[in-house]
């Protein structure tokens, strides 16, 4: 089983990261812009609200809704520095590298990929 695989056992137990999922609004907002324009977002919010090493509103950064990306970053402990952490084993106060972005977005699009396949 590789580490995304075990990430998402490991949250399906999880009460309060199971309750999220795509809303239809959210679904066509995909089906608008597509899963690159989406993963391109994810990169920009993920490098603007998540890579500082400090984060002033650090565990209020990630609005619940109004954007795909956002649902994912609930559903799968990627929405701040703290779930980072107890997750994803990512320290806080800590600049992210290039390669821990990169993750936290594979980790983001293939929740939002997985949600998308459901309809």
Request: aromatic content about 10%.
């Amino acid at each position: 089983m590789d580490k995304i695989d075990d990430l998402f056992k490991r949250l399906s137990y999880s009460k309060f990261r199971s309750k999220f999922h795509l809303s239809n609004k959210d679904r066509m907002y995909i089906s608008d812009k597509g899963l690159d324009k989406i993963e391109s977002h994810a990169y920009d919010f993920i490098n603007k609200r998540l890579k500082p090493s400090v984060i002033l509103n650090d565990g209020r950064q990630t609005p619940w809704r109004g954007h795909p990306v956002f649902v994912a970053q609930h559903a799968t402990g990627c929405c701040c520095r703290g779930c980072l952490e107890k997750w994803h084993g990512i320290k806080k106060n800590t600049e992210l590298t290039d390669d821990q972005v990169s993750y936290i977005v594979n980790v983001l699009m293939t929740y939002i990929k997985k949600e998308y396949e459901k309809r």
